[in-house]
C-alpha cells in the first residue's frame, strides 16, 4: 500500500512540476516569480523525498516528512486558492496574461491554475491520511511487542489485521525466533505448540498467580505466541 501511494504522489507532483515549470519558462524572473519559484521547488523537493524513501526509511523519518511535505504542499493549495479566488475561467474568453515575451490566454492560464490548486488539495489530503495511517499502524505495533518501532525499517511495519513478526526468510532454520529473554531451567518457550496459546484479536490474556506472561511475536504476520513461566522472568 506505501508503494502504491507513493507512486500516486509521484504523479500528481510531476503533473504539478510540469505546470509550474511552464510557467517559469514563460513568467521569470519578472512575473509572479514568488509564487513560481515556490511551485517549483515544492514538487521538486517532494519527488527527492519520495525516492530516497524507497531506498531507505523508518517510521519515526516518515512521519516527520510526511507533516513537513502535507505542510507545503497546505501552503500551494492556499496560495494557489488566493491568486485564482473564484475566477470563472470560462468567462475570460478575450483576456490576456503578460508573459517575459508577449502574453498567454488567461483562459489557458486560469485552467492550469486551477488543476494546481486542485492537485495541491489533494496531495495534502493524502498526506493527512498517510500520516495518521502511519502513527496508528506504528502505536499499534510498539503496544503489541516491538518497542522499538518508531527506529525499525518500514517495511517491517505490520498492516492492519497483521501482527508484528520479521519476514520468514529472517528466522533461523529452525523456525525459532530467539526472544531477548532468559527463562528458568527446564522452562523453555514454546511456539505455538502444546504448552502455548496463540492470541486472536480481542482476546485477554489471564495471568496465573506467580507466572510471568512471555509474549512471542508471530512469524509472518501471524498472531503472537503467549507462554505463561512460573516464576519471573528477566531480560538479558
Not at 175 to 201: C, D, E, F, K, R
Request: net charge neutral; with cysteine; aromatic share 14%.
Amino acid at each position: 500500500m506505501r508503494l502504491y501511494g507513493n507512486i500516486v504522489l509521484l504523479l500528481l507532483s510531476a503533473t504539478v512540476l510540469g505546470i509550474t515549470a511552464y510557467w517559469g519558462s514563460i513568467f521569470l524572473p519578472n512575473i509572479h516569480h514568488d509564487y513560481t519559484i515556490f511551485g517549483l521547488i515544492i514538487p521538486s523537493f517532494t519527488i527527492l523525498i519520495i525516492l530516497v524513501g524507497f531506498q531507505w526509511s523508518t517510521p519515526r523519518t516518515e512521519a516527520a516528512f510526511l507533516f513537513i511535505l502535507g505542510v507545503l504542499w497546505l501552503t500551494m493549495a492556499a496560495w494557489t486558492t488566493d491568486i485564482i479566488g473564484n475566477t470563472q475561467c470560462d468567462g475570460l474568453t478575450d483576456q490576456t496574461v503578460p508573459t517575459k515575451s508577449g502574453s498567454l490566454a488567461a483562459r489557458n492560464w486560469c485552467y492550469e491554475m486551477r488543476v494546481v490548486q486542485a492537485f495541491s488539495w489533494m496531495i495534502f489530503c493524502l498526506y493527512a491520511i498517510f500520516l495518521w495511517i502511519l502513527i496508528s499502524l506504528t502505536s499499534r505495533a510498539k503496544a503489541l511487542g516491538r518497542p522499538y518501532a518508531w527506529a525499525e525499517p518500514i517495511i517491517e511495519l505490520p498492516w492492519f489485521g497483521q501482527y508484528p513478526g520479521y519476514p520468514e526468510s529472517q528466522y533461523p532454520q529452525s523456525g525459532m525466533y530467539q526472544m531477548p529473554y532468559a527463562y528458568p531451567a527446564g522452562q523453555p518457550m514454546s511456539m505455538g505448540y502444546p504448552g502455548g496459546a496463540q492470541v486472536n484479536p480481542g482476546y485477554v490474556i489471564q495471568q496465573n498467580p506467580g507466572h510471568s506472561v512471555v509474549i512471542q511475536p508471530g512469524v509472518g504476520g501471524q498472531p503472537p505466541t503467549i507462554t505463561q513461566i512460573p516464576g519471573s522472568v528477566s531480560s538479558v
